[in-house]
């Protein structure tokens, strides 16, 4: 039976004050039915029964005091700056309080008015004034009086906190109770949560400070509950309409254990348990769908390399595709080495590809000539057919469309398995909750003998020891590189730019060096003759953009320098990192910068303390929070009104276990929340 949630849906023009310019103002909010209402979240509290006493006030610094308004005046300065200012007093001591072009102030208070008043307090002509960015009048008829504590919301113009806050007290007093708890009292009891109506009252006004944080805590649980709740039904869809139209492949295994025992290294166990679970999804007859996710360096390639020759032995043919020439030809030259030795046939197809080859190439996959077919986007061009295709593997799966996906999994004649890879390193509680409808496999350990990338961070003030290092490395026999946030110079921002830097070590620098040029804006076989001779050693220094975060392997690049590294994000300087350290001897990464805020200097000396990408996600993910992890839209990271992804990653593995134990929830509820919710648009993740 479906659950009648229609009064939540009541147009918030309907409240008590709200006419038609106002109910404007609320949409530009988001704010449009009384559901919205309920879920506009304050953005901080102000507790006025715990403000300073007048005598308390520190010069300097922001206060939050109370105080009765004693007199009040309004002067215009010559400049036509309109100043408001009040004399309040609390029976020790008084202050000025001061608006600037505010002038309806002068209106709205009078002399005997309490008032609670935030602002820095500045000296003026020798004077004490606190010039103030919020208030609150505190009679007997505000919400804020009743309950001691002031919250202020996110608001937009046409709409002032006092006039939020009673739209917001009406709401709460009216519908609080009448809200639907998802999640039953035993359950509630057992992950330490408090009931919906009790959340809701004390998110908006709670009668301590202290009642904030748990009601916060169970409405975040409550998006995160319907979240995945919406997740798995995403999964059980997509699982029940494939099953069984996939091929339960049987035979390769022999292949696979000829191409380990060729490998010139040991798997680790990382590798050995992800191998074991593709092998065991590619036994079965549904179609895999899988995310393999591990670090740089963690060895992804040779585990899709092993999944690729099951296939091959099997019977089958592999389309292995990447979003750059780059990276194509860095993992066909891998499955040529790592495959050298047993009878499965590679090819490579980039745009670039001559006329002539890419016809023989493409009859030779149509006829099953090949095993393997590497390339770019020119494998879902519509010449391009496979006789028996049984496995896809998209690197940097991200980086992709939906429909560029599908078109390739949409070249095999029945359901090929699909097997994405990722080295952008996600918090795995977070990897397994984007990922509605796929299975998640994380290498999280990186091959032994590798030496760690030591990491350090200079100044400007510094640069000539670092050309000095550069130069004796480059002596030693070893490549550089340098990587610039811009190609060109810009007058707007005092960066870099990776053409004249280049310039400036060539000729003035390193004049007897080889120093090389690559960025995002060459064209691509200008970009890939480059990295060739780079990998061939003929470039000892290669001046680039952040466009080598991957897809150029030379185990003989040795040094890593980053400019301007506060202006990059975490995972990038990560990524960036990753392409030293890819041989037997000592690399380093050296990131050199001016950072402006604290947070840029937790960034920078974080990537002195750790190598591993999955703790640099976690914190990059709880400084810059989810809008900015990365790019929302590139890696479909949710918005939601109260969970914070930064913040609640805890939350959210409690979620997990709830579900995965059997958590129950009436779904018809369910369905009838996540409708409110919107989380139509928090479960697609393939965009």
Partial sequence: MEVDLSYLEKSIRFIKGVGPGRFASLQRLGIESVWDMLWHVPRHYFDWAAAKGLDQIRVGQVNTVKGIVKSISLTKSARGTVVVKAWLEDGNAGIVAVWFNQRYIKQVLHPGIPILVTGKVNMIRGNPELWVSQYETLNSGSPAYRVGIVPFYPSTEGLNQRVLRSIAYQVVQEYAEKYPDIIDPVARKRIGLIDIESAIRNLHFPKNVLDVEPARRRLAFEELLLWQWNVRQLKNRARGELKGRGVAHLGGDELVEQVISALPFQLTK????????????????????????????????????????????????????????????????????????????????????????????????????????????????????????????????????VKQRASLVGKGKGYPDTLVMSATPIPRTLALALCGDMDVSIIDEIPPGRKRVRTFFITEAAKSKLYQFIRRQVNKGRQVYIVCPLVEESEKQDLLAATSLQQELANCVFPELRVGLLHGRMKSPEKEAVAERFRQGLIDILVTTSVIEVGIDVANATVMVVE????????????LRGRVGRGGDQSYCILVGDPKTEEARTRLKLMETTNDGFEIARADLEMRGPGDFWGVRQHGLPQFRVADLGRDTHLLETVHREIAAGLTIDEELAKALSRLHRMENKVNYNQ
């Avoid at 091959?312 to 979003?323: C, L, N, R």
């Avoid at 301007?564 to 990524?575: D, I, K, N, S, T």
């Fill in 270 to 401: 990382a590798q050995r348990r992800v191998l074991a679970e593709i092998r065991d999804d590619l036994t079965r007859p549904d179609p895999m769908n899988r995310l393999l996710q591990g670090d740089v360096g963690s060895g992804k390639t040779v585990v899709a390399a092993l999944a690729a020759a099951k296939m091959a032995g099997d019977g089958y043919q592999i389309a292995f595709m990447a979003p750059t020439e780059i990276l194509a030809v860095q993992h066909y030259n891998s499955l040529l080495r790592l495959v050298s030795r047993v009878p499965i046939r590679v090819a490579l197809l980039t745009g670039k590809t001559p006329y002539s080859e890419k016809r023989k190439i493409v009859e030779m996959a149509k006829r099953h000539e090949l095993d393997i077919l590497v390339g770019t986007h020119a494998l879902i061009t519509d010449t391009v057919e496979f006789a028996r295709l049984g496995l896809v593997v998209i690197d940097e799966q991200q980086r992709f469309g």
């Fill in 564 to 575: 301007h590294a506060e202006r990059f994000g975490l995972a990038q300087l990560h990524q």
